[in-house]
């Protein structure tokens, strides 16, 4: 039976300065930086080794996932950074004050950018200083000006399809290091999570969820927290 390990960043600047941060890149704090290490020690203690790995173009997820290896001795399998796997974009969000923000808007109209399934944020303004279309780690790279969850699985999910499971199907245990809302699209599709009830689920950082695959590539029992196993 494969297994797929899903971990979300640890604490970022931005989680902790409470600021929208999206395709922002933005370093982990020290929390973060021991969320991420205990990740790893609880895959090492729970016996559970990552075959092959995952992750975004955006520093949060990879630091993540290379101290979560590190702690499990696992540095050396292969890896692979995609940017199908980076946050949803936050538009023009993006930098500002989750807190401010609601003053100005209203708790509803945040809530609603936040967490609905298919509302996106406003554009990202044309210069805008978080415009991030001329990094060179996005050259020949769509960037999105804003993002829904729904635009969100748009593009994990092809790539999960294309790239992910095969690599389960050949008996691989996988890790994915990611972001709240690239994980949040994979795991509506694998739990079979409503538009509606995606609004509920939040992702709690440096926390590896686990599912289990059986022979048809589907999971063969709902997700669990590792710490939890
Ligand atoms: O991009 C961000 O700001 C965070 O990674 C996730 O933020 P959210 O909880 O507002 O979706």
Sequence with gaps: MSKLILVRHGQSEWNLAN?????????????GVAEARAAGQLL???????????????????????????????LWI????????????YGGLTGLDKQ????????????IWRRSFD??????????????SGDPRYAGIPVPRTESLKLTIERVLPYWESDILPRLSSGETVIISAHGNSLRALVKHLSGISDEEITGLEIP??????????????????RYYLKDA
């Design 100 to 111: 401010q923000t609601r003053e100005k808007h209203g708790e509803e109209q945040v809530h």
């Design 19 to 31: 600021r929208f941060t999206g395709w922002w890149d933005v370093d982990l704090t020290d929390q």
């Design 119 to 132: 509302v996106p944020p406003p554009d990202i303004e044309e210069g805008s200083e978080f415009d991030l």
């Design 44 to 74: 090492r203690e729970k016996r559970l080794m990552p075959t092959v790995a995952y992750t975004s173009l955006q520093t949060r997820a990879i630091k993540t996932l290379h101290l979560a290896l590190e702690a499990c001795d696992r």
């Design 205 to 222: 950082t440096g926390q590896p969820i686990v599912y289990e695959f059986g022979d048809n590539l589907r999971p063969a029992k709902e």
């Design 78 to 89: 292969p890896e692979t950074k995609d940017w199908r796997l980076n946050e949803r974009h």
